[in-house]
């Protein structure tokens, strides 16, 4: 099955740095790749997400890109603000499915 | 509320005990799917379902665990003799087909 691993487990960063976030996957297979947000006790939410077709997408101050011959994405959030605050993930899936696997989390906090 | 409802939010049992979780999908997603999530893990896949199918289970899944969507809409997981190896986060999740998955609050299992 589908291997997913994220790194770093912790990131800590000033207001308006950058975060990133990385993870590979083992699975050639997948072609959709979600990031979520989950705040403490609430549900994960989709910040957004890319599929194989394409190498990068931004929406605002966030970003994604996906290099398929290394098997590996990343999350870049741009300009971090307090409520950027939170647990990320990432996850991998096919198109047949959308069966998702995760990666562990990434626990971001932004320092005033 | 239109989003994905579980209920209950919370539920402390006895081990050996069996207990119920529901889970309501975003009217007309066909897809609806379980995950469990234990502390600083990301969410696990357990099974799905299309419409009324259930599709896939996963190996996470032992024969005390059973799910059933009757009539393609509200899911029930169903835990039998409960261990406390069971305490987690079970989340579920719907998407109308080929597109993202929408996550509901979960139900926090505590098996004492």
């Known amino acids: 099955g589908e291997n997913v691993e994220q790194h770093p487990s912790t990131l800590s960063v000033q207001e308006g740095d950058s975060a990133v976030i990385k993870c590979t996957y083992s699975d050639s297979a997948s072609n959709y790749f979600p990031w979520y947000k989950q705040e403490l006790g609430k549900r994960p939410q989709l910040i957004i997400d890319?599929?194989?077709?394409?190498g990068e997408k931004k929406d605002q101050r966030i970003a994604v890109t996906l290099n398929k011959t290394a098997k590996h994405f990343s999350l870049h959030i741009t300009e971090t603000q307090p409520e950027d605050s939170a647990v990320y993930f990432c996850?991998?899936?096919?198109?047949?499915?959308?069966?998702?696997?995760f990666g562990a989390g990434t626990t971001v906090t932004v320092r005033a | 509320d239109t989003g994905v409802s579980q209920d209950p939010r919370h539920k402390i049992t006895k081990r050996g005990q069996n207990v119920t979780f529901r889970c309501d999908p975003i009217s007309e997603h066909n897809r609806l799917y379980w995950y469990r999530q234990t502390l600083g893990q990301g969410p696990e896949f357990l099974t799905y379902f299309q419409n009324e199918a259930q599709l896939e289970k996963s190996r996470l899944l032992s024969d005390r665990f059973s799910a059933e969507r009757p009539k393609g809409s509200f899911s029930t997981l169903e835990i039998q003799r409960t261990e406390q190896g069971d305490s987690a986060m079970y989340l579920c999740a719907s998407s109308p087909q080929g597109a993202e998955a929408f996550f509901g609050q979960g139900t926090r299992l505590t098996v004492v």
């Open positions: 890319i599929r194989s077709n394409v």
């Open positions: 996850a991998a899936s096919t198109h047949d499915d959308y069966k998702l696997s």
